[in-house]
């Protein structure tokens, strides 16, 4: 590749998002949602690849805290990935993953993470599906309750200054629980979360509603929606679109969705990106009517496979020798033991004879809790005596679920 690669100042935002924008096929962002991004983005992780005055390829990083099971890791968050037509199949993409996982390992992140617009390319840099998304629907006249945890509180709207003081730290309390979840800066939360209307909207859609669960005036959950209005044969059927539900407790959780269950002249509800452990699923007198499609979303790429071993907690105790492939990342490979339970854990490089040997895409699936080691095995993707497959479920599996709520 003969093209240069960089972080981009504030005064090239313009071209590098028109760039990610043809890369992408949608069109480029309103100046004011430039703007925007550049409130809480940090363009010293920004990567930009030049031909001439043009930029023909872009990415970056955000700067996370994220959730293991059972504690906490930095992370480099790999975003806005995209490479001109004109530019592809030119090892553009490879030089861009290069610079950037290099710099995670330097500023001492542990993993790195995305979201993948085709599963298919990170694979090869060493990234695992390490959590799945679900998107749900319901007709509104099935959502009748079997079970549902008693509440005493009560939910109102609000505006979006109020929610900027509570939300936040509804946010971090659920976080703590779930692997996958992430940080979020005052910044991302003023120009992302709650600036409304964010970019792009969806076509039809009204603005946000800010919904508030409150017990005794304490703040414990809060849910945000759209509405895309319709009629059919003269009665209303409009779609109600849930863009975030958070409850710190099983009350608030419940209290939400009965909030969002009564909203009145809606026919269908549909709500993006939640667990695979919904709590909801269960609850519904008629589950079937609840139509779901799950889809991967947080892919891991471990970085530093001591450090990453070492910020999460085993459910069960026990030790594995793990000889580890990675051929992107050379530096990262090798034979390592980890001896981990549920009070945490050691890793170190070693000369043990292997009990399982993977390549580091097979590590960041299982890391979150969110992939079986069993499942691997039986794709031909992790090696080892089925004791040793067996041990490893027993020490990576997690509950609940990794879940990764917001697309970065």
Known sequence: MDYPIR?????EAQKFFTSNAIAFGHDPRPEEAIASTLEYADLSRSISVWDGDQVVATAGTWSFEMTTPGGLVPCGGLTWVGVLPSHRRQGILTA???????????????????WASEAIIYQRFGYGMAAEGVELAIDRTRTALRTAPPFSGRCRYIQRDEALGAWPGIWDTDRVRYPGMHSRSAGWWENRVLKDP?????AGFSSLFNVQYEEGGKPLGYARYRIKEHYENGSAASVLSVQALHGNTDGAYSALWQHIFGVDLVGKIQAEWRRTDEPLYAMLADPRRLVRRPSDTLWV?????VQALEARRYRTAGALVIELRDDFCPWNGGRYVIEGGPDGARCSHTTKTADLTMTVNELGALYLGGMSAHQLAR???IEGAAQAITTADSMFAWAPQPWAPEIW
């Open 198 to 202: 964010p970019w792009p909207g969806p």
């Open 96 to 114: 861009m993953m290069r610079y950037q996982l290099d710099q995670v390992r330097e500023r001492g992140e542990a993993i790195a993470a995305l």
């Open 301 to 305: 790429r471990i970085v530093d496979t």
């Open 7 to 11: 972080p981009i100042a504030p005064s």
């Open 379 to 381: 794709a031909g993707r």
